[in-house]
Nanobody, 121 residues
């Protein structure tokens, strides 16, 4: 089992910045791929950014490229999402995700409880 606890959400004005954190209950970054998802009211959950295990290769949703940065601190078992130049369209609940494939190829997922990000215009 893996517990993930997000923090760092809040209310910010357009153009502002926030840094989200996701603390894992144990050392998992060498095994689990990590990601940030978000879900706005009335919309489906979407993948915002990912970072792979071992090599730490990152990828981003097109609309956040150049504004958001995903990173991790292996010593602290903590995943981050630095969000700059925020717009009201970034308003959502942000979720931390850890995932891997088991021996038979099934995807194993763990989720945090979510943290609200609200960007005012």
């Amino acid at each position: 089992q893996v517990q993930l606890v997000e923090s760092g959400g809040g209310l910010v004005q357009t153009g502002g910045s926030l840094r989200l954190s996701c603390a894992a209950s144990r050392s998992i970054f060498n095994i689990y791929n990590m990601g940030w998802y978000r879900q706005a009211p009335g919309k489906q959950r979407e993948l915002v950014a990912t970072i792979t295990s071992l090599l730490g290769i990152t990828s981003y949703l097109d609309s956040v490229k150049g504004r958001f940065t995903i990173s991790r601190d292996n010593a602290k078992n903590t995943l981050y999402l630095q969000m700059n130049s925020l717009t009201p369209e970034d308003t959502a609940v942000y979720y931390c995700n850890a995932n891997r494939r088991n021996d038979v190829g099934e995807r194993i997922n763990y989720w945090g409880q979510g943290t609200q990000v609200t960007v005012s215009s």
